[in-house]
């Protein structure tokens, strides 16, 4: 390792680290789409930890709070990655043998070293023979005794020896893996500086030695610790001197779309967008887009039913937009007309009678036209009390409900803006929460109810 690495293994304030959203570098002032980097980087012996739009500094710099803020976005980075939100290399001053980085495997060899320390040799060889240490309980139990003038006498034994020469390499190459896991990411776990590797990097080398050792060991835990060891040496290049990585997203909105939909969505949505198709001319058959997501742009972020099947069913048609304006509060970032048009034509999907029969039939026994509802969901630092869901008003569009008139002739022509607290939701995303769609249904009806006069 270069002194680069060594210096930086010694900074103890994770506080110095952390790079927050800052309204006054935002990309894109105009839509107030957010289109910036989230996760980490490690760039010239440099580590730099990128949040979220919304996403607040804990108070007082706490370091053990952003320690498990760390540690939870790259649990969200890891659990709700998409294709679509993979790492655009173009945007990043990185070549793209640096992008693809083990991070699950530096972070398990960390993690294993504080529990286990370093690697010590169990595994034990047996044979027969007369010299090396004897084991008695072996020897008993697999060799006949010889009887001479009534006395037991072996005349062979079971001994047992190490594999010194194998195991002492795979220790000096876990301890290799150890000061590699630490120069860049120990300091997310402890402010232990663990001592220089004796060994010289040898990509091949180590490489074949770990491979032998996994064919021909049934440990679970040592297989998973040399597994990660081998992630961790297959990453290095042929001189060790691989400082630059990068685990993390241009795209965050995928994510947060797809946090939104993991606590809020049904899991069968796709039965409650439209679906379109050409159908050209000397073609009998019709060519859908439905069936390709790609060509198939129009459909809800997220479907949310409040007491589904049952005759008080509410359904509610979300958008996740990862916008500024929970930072900002600028008029600007909130979403635009197209948008708008988008939700409304959602919801109509849903409330016409030809298109329900494609529905599920538990929900569309129960279809209410005045029980169907429309919303923006953006990300937030909230204030409230539990940092409930907090209702900013709604949009509409004029030729469903003219700016003079006060009551809408469906509920869900008002696309509601609702802000959730972007920390709350990525560190308690339990999948289809009853309590958490209860709260924002009511928090939409409520409004709603409020606003129509009905």
């Not at 060509?295 to 069913?313: A, C, F, H, V, Y």
């Not at 509409?396 to 003219?402: I, R």
Request: proline content about 5%.
């Amino acid at each position: 390792m270069n002194s680069t690495n060594d210096a930086h293994i010694k900074k103890n304030s994770l506080s110095d680290l952390c790079v927050y959203f800052d309204a006054k570098n935002s990309r894109d002032e105009e839509t107030g789409l957010v289109d910036k980097f989230v996760g980490l980087r490690f760039v010239e012996g440099k580590l730099s930890v990128h949040f979220p739009v919304g996403y607040e500094k804990p108070k007082n710099q706490d370091e053990k709070q952003i320690r498990l803020d760390i540690l939870n976005l790259i649990s969200v980075l890891s659990s709700f990655g998409t294709p679509e939100s993979s790492l655009r290399q173009t945007d990043i001053s990185l070549k793209p043998d640096q992008v693809i980085f083990p991070i699950h495997a530096y972070l398990f060899v960390i993690s294993d070293f504080l529990n286990h320390g370093y690697y010590k040799p169990k595994e034990q060889i047996y044979k027969h023979g007369t010299t090396g240490k004897i084991n008695w309980s072996r020897t008993i139990k697999q060799v006949r005794p010889q009887i001479t003038n009534e006395n037991v006498v072996y005349l062979e034994f079971i001994t047992q020896r190490t594999k010194h020469n194998e195991d002492e390499l795979i220790s000096q190459i876990h301890k290799y893996c150890v000061y590699e896991s630490f120069s860049k990411l120990g300091y997310l776990f402890s402010s232990f500086i663990p001592a220089k590797p004796a060994i010289a990097f040898n990509k091949n080398f180590f490489t074949s030695i770990l491979q032998t050792k996994l064919a021909h060991t049934f440990n679970e835990k040592e297989l998973l610790l040399f597994k990660n060891m081998l992630e961790i040496i297959l990453y290095l290049d042929s001189s060790s001197n691989k400082e630059n990585f990068i685990y993390g997203t241009n795209n965050f909105h995928h994510i947060w779309e797809q946090l939104v939909d993991s606590v809020y969505g049904e899991k069968d949505k796709d039965k409650f967008y439209p679906k379109v198709y050409w159908r050209l001319k000397g073609n009998k058959s019709d060519f859908l887009f439905g069936n390709s997501e790609k060509r198939n742009s129009l459909r809800p972020d997220t479907i949310m039913i409040q007491e589904r099947g049952k005759p008080e069913q509410k359904i509610f048609v979300l958008d996740s937009k990862y916008y500024q304006y929970g930072a900002t509060k600028n008029p600007n970032h909130l979403p635009n007309s197209a948008s708008v048009v988008k939700q409304i034509a959602y919801a109509k999907y849903i409330d016409t009678s030809e298109n329900q029969n494609k529905l599920p039939q538990d929900v569309r026994q129960n279809i209410d036209s005045t029980k169907i509802y429309n919303a923006f969901i953006l990300p937030s630092s909230l204030k409230t009390p539990q940092k409930t869901p907090q209702n900013i008003g709604f949009v509409s569009a004029d030729y469903v409900l003219p700016q003079d008139s006060k009551i809408c002739q469906k509920p869900y022509h008002k696309i509601h803006g609702i802000l959730l607290d972007i920390r709350t939701l990525m560190y308690s995303h339990s999948p289809h929460n009853n309590q958490a769609i209860d709260e924002l249904a009511k928090i939409i009806v409520g409004e709603d109810n409020g606003d129509n006069g009905d």
